[in-house]
């Protein structure tokens, strides 16, 4: 098969993997193991993610529609081999490209992802770590609090829709569960208040909110306004929000 030659100057930073598993984990979240031929050789942090690649952005079809070709998810896992590594996608009510990727792959599937940085990874000179956010953010959480290990001190609010749908997290952390029953994850007031009610050790932690970017935005403001938290001590990664397609 002819390659694209764009496709061919990026190649040091993309790859192909085939998928072995795919699987619920809630009754929203899905487990989507892939196996690389080779080593995985990319730099990584926990917290980065990967771009899949849906449509070719390199395609006239990609160069058309930039929109609709890569959606991103975080590593949830990566083998010590580096052979093998795990997404966690959240199958939300919509019909977007990713949706309907992480809903239909399945064991055999090639998927082709991109490999850029990202710098959502955490700080480990912090005293403590504070994290909020919905179901896609807990994706990107878990990698990140499980290098922190467990004798980091981790504070948190994790929202998601109701308690069957609450993920899995590593460690015997401080982390709240609240549910949302049925209101919208955007701008969402659940998590707000729970993140305001939060009895938290003063303001000189650091402190991650990923997930729907005005709730992300409104956390950041409480923190910086209200409890006096540096701006700089907010890493802040909105993941998704109406109205926009396959932020990154
Ligand atoms: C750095 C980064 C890391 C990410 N990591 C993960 C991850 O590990 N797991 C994961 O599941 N997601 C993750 N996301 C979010 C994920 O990329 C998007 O949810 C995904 O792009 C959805 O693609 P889509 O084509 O279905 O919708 P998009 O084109 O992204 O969005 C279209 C519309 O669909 C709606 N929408 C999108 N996502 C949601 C949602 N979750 N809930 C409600 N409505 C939504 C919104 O109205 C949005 O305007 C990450 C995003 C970023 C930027």
Not at 64 to 91: K, M, N, Q
Not at 160 to 188: F, K, N, T, W, Y
Request: hydrophobic share 40%.
């Amino acid at each position: 098969m002819a390659r694209n030659p764009l496709t061919s100057a990026f190649a040091k930073y993309v790859m192909t993997a085939y998928v072995k598993e795919a699987e619920l984990v809630t009754p929203t979240m899905r487990r989507i193991r892939l196996a690389a031929d080779a080593p995985i050789a990319f730099p990584y942090r926990p917290g980065q993610h990967i771009r899949v690649q849906l449509n070719d952005p390199l395609s006239m079809y990609g160069i058309l529609r930039p929109a609709e070709t890569l959606r991103t998810y975080t590593i949830w896992d990566l083998d010590p081999d580096r052979r093998g590594l795990e997404l966690r996608a959240h199958l939300y009510d919509g019909g977007g490209i990713g949706l309907r990727w992480a809903r239909e792959v399945s064991p055999g599937d090639a998927v082709t992802f991109w490999w850029p940085q990202g710098d959502f990874h955490t700080r480990e000179d912090a005293p403590f770590h504070l994290f909020a956010g919905e179901e896609t953010a807990s994706a990107a959480f878990g990698p990140m609090i499980r290098a922190l290990g467990a004798g980091a001190r981790v504070i948190g609010v994790l929202e998601s829709e109701s308690p069957e749908h609450d993920m899995p997290l590593p460690g015997p952390h401080d982390l709240i569960r609240v549910h949302r029953g049925g209101a919208p994850a955007a701008s969402s007031a659940t998590l707000v208040a729970a993140v305001s009610a939060l009895d938290l050790p003063g303001n000189t932690g650091a402190a991650y909110l990923a997930g729907e970017a005005l709730t992300c935005r409104v956390i950041r403001d409480h923190l910086v306004r209200d409890r006096n938290w540096p701006r700089t001590a907010i890493k802040i990664k909105p993941f998704w929000t109406p109205g926009k397609r396959g932020l990154h």
